[in-house]
């Protein structure tokens, strides 16, 4: 027996938008009257024939979606990626059987949960209460199931103070906690969840991405759209990159965000081996970086790491220092801009280098860190005194270990500092 739950064959997804036209002549009544007579018109004939009515002078077809295949197997965890506009919420109305798609065909096994927007299917004057048992019946469940998950519920969304005032008072994000917790007790064998988590606090998102996690680790299938990348990362092993309603590309979540992130910041477009400083950035005659450059251990230009592999940066330095003695410093920063590590030569190794130095040789590693891309920041300091930065010097990637690492994969580093075993060696 297949183990594919969704199954996506070319699926394309047209809407007919209206345009107003602009008409700056002068407009007797009659063409007003006129003009509302043919508009009334076209809208009884589609109102007649079930088609959506449009208004405007002139029609224009957009494909939301356009050829769109793929498999997902029961179980995973997949990350929906993309532009705003790219359609990825398309997809998901498609899925939830809201909308049907105008070309191709999708197959899927077992009941669907769908959080998409805020409040979807409850009604403002009914309670906290009364809404539990309305949306639930809307998602599918009994009124015996409700009744069996209704404490759960109710304390996974943290509402019970309201319970039995009407949701038209709530704020968008106790709306967003009963819809969440009524879809996650669903028990359903995909769950496809919207950017509807970005309303609630971050309390609320970590226990919401906990919830989605134990609902893949149980064995079902989740549908995350989202552009918090963090989150994608920690729960999808798996992802899928849209645009303009065609999907670019889908595999491994940290090598699909990876090639997202570039195109959408351009910080690694430029080759990673080798840096060369913009004379712009260089103040004045005093001591600065000019070119920096990454090597593995055996002197080779690289920029590609596996775990555990020792890194060599080799930073030139260029102008005049006054007398006195400099220390250098790097940070290294991840795709979502956090500090994972950092290392300095004067404080932590008392390594402080006279002005005749030309060149830093760093030895950073093993790199116990996970795989994704980092960039590096070079510093440079005269005594307590900052005397040049290079901001995203040069970047570099580490995959996964192997061959140990091939059934399974580290979440990217998310916060805080690791201190990476280091060594500077200063070259006249």
Not at 49 to 60: A, H, L, N, R, Y
Not at 144 to 149: F, G, T
Not at 230 to 242: K, T, V, Y
Not at 382 to 401: K, L, Q, S, Y
Request: glycine letters at 10%.
């Amino acid at each position: 027996m297949s183990d594919i739950v969704i199954q996506a064959e070319t699926l394309g997804k047209m809407y007919t938008i209206g345009h107003q036209a602009e008409n700056g002549r002068y407009v007797a009544l009659r063409d007003v009257l006129m003009q509302n007579a043919r508009t009334l018109w076209s809208k009884t004939k589609d109102l007649a024939t079930g088609k959506p009515i449009i208004q405007g002078d002139t029609m224009e077809e957009m494909w939301a979606l356009k050829e769109v295949s793929f498999e997902i197997r029961r179980g995973e965890a997949v990350g929906i990626i993309g532009r705003n506009g790219a359609g990825k919420s398309t997809l998901l109305k498609i899925l939830s059987r809201i909308t049907e798609p105008s070309t191709g065909r999708v197959t899927i096994k077992g009941r669907v949960a769908s959080l998409l927007e805020v409040g979807t299917g409850f009604h403002p004057e009914l309670s906290g209460r009364e809404n539990i048992y309305l949306n639930g019946t809307i998602l599918g469940m009994t009124r015996v199931e409700i009744k069996h998950k209704f404490d759960e519920i109710v304390a996974f969304a943290e509402v019970d103070k309201y319970l039995d005032t009407p949701v038209k008072r709530y704020s968008s994000g106790m709306y967003v906690r009963l819809a969440f917790a009524v879809a996650a007790h669903l028990e359903p064998e995909i769950l496809v969840v919207d950017e509807v988590l970005a309303v609630g606090d971050a309390a609320f998102q970590k226990k919401c991405l906990s919830k989605m996690g134990d609902v893949a680790m149980g064995g079902k299938t989740v549908l995350f759209v989202s552009h918090n990348m963090g989150a994608i990362r920690s729960l999808c092993g798996n992802a899928m990159w849209l645009d303009n309603g065609y999907m670019l590309k889908a595999g491994r979540t940290n090598e699909i965000i990876s090639e997202y992130e570039e195109s959408v910041t351009g910080l690694f477009t430029e080759s990673p081996c080798v840096a060369v400083r913009d004379p712009a950035y260089i103040k004045g005659s005093g001591l600065h970086f000019s070119h920096a450059e990454v090597l593995d251990s055996e002197e080779v230009h690289a920029d590609r790491f596996i775990y555990g592999q020792v890194l060599v940066l080799n930073v030139s330095l260029g102008g005049q220092m006054m007398g006195g003695v400099f220390s250098g410093e790097f940070y290294i920063y991840n795709e979502l801009g956090i500090l994972v590590s950092v290392g300095a030569s004067g404080p932590y190794h008392g390594e402080y280098f006279s002005s005749k130095v030309r060149r830093l040789r760093i030895e950073i590693g093993p790199l116990t860190i996970t795989s994704g891309r980092y960039r590096i920041s070079l510093s440079l300091m005269a005594g307590h005194e900052r005397v040049d930065t290079w901001e995203n010097a040069i970047a570099f990637t580490v995959t996964e270990c192997q061959p140990f690492l091939m059934s399974w994969e580290i979440p990217s580093y998310r916060e805080g500092v690791c201190i990476l075993k280091q060594s500077f060696h200063a070259i006249d």
